[in-house]
């Protein structure tokens, strides 16, 4: 299990503003549930996210299968949020959580996932203290990152140039942090579970992922984790062709540290 977010030691209300994170709290706070776009039954949850206080611990830990609706029920989320003008609306309009829990389970079982000793599936776990009156602490899956040996073509059946699976031995397949839990180091925490998870699985190094070329929050954040362009190519979601790069670290990075 990694752990990085621990607690602050106070539930007083902050007046240095920062979250309890040893973050800012504004500008760059969770966007209201209704911003986005959020089905009224989740916002109970959002709630929960928005008013996390200091002593809300994430803590990183192996995915398992029993997982797979609350990994999906975020990831939509995740898409519905960064993906609403990148991808077409029929196509996000029509994914299931039933349908991307499916495909994300397709992880666990050997003789679809022949890799499975090679791979890695994590996800944050923020766990809530229990509120006044009640006795038990609430955890909700707040991220989940996934990856494996690089992949030859994209998961859509893609051609990727040949010299990307060659120099890269670890692909980052997703990752995915529940909007109003973003910009609070959740997604570097989940990356850096990822990379020591990677260096035990696959020792020689070299990391790659792909993200749609528009896709400008999530190359922000590669960037800030120390990745760079290193190819090219397109992804088929729906019918349609979004043209996708490669970020590529030739060492695994060390996290905590860019
Ligand atoms: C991309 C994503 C995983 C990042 O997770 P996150 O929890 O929001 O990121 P963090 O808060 O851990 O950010 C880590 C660092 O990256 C920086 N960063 C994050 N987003 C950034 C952006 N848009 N531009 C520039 N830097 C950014 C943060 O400032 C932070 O730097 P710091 O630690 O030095 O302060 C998350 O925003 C997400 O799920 N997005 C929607 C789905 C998606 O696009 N997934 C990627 C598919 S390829």
Redesign the pocket.
Known sequence: MFQAHQSRGSEQPRTDGSDGWG?ESQPRGPKPAAQNGLAPRFAARYAVLMHQRPRDVIAVRPATAADMTDVARLQLA??H???RRLLADDFLDGLTIEGIAGYHARHFDSAQNPNLDRSAFLVAEMTVPPAEGKKRPTKTIV?MVRGGPTREKSAAGDPVPPEVPKKYVMELF????E?A???????????GAFVEAAKKKMPDAGLV????KD????R??Y???GGSVVGEGELTLGGKKYPQVAYGWPKYPNIMQT
């Open positions: 973050r995740a898409w949020a960064a993906y991220g997703a990752i995915h942090v909007p839990a973003q910009r609070k180091g959740v997604g570097r925490q989940l990356f992922l792909w993200v749609l896709n400008g929050n999530a922000g954040f960037r800030k984790l």
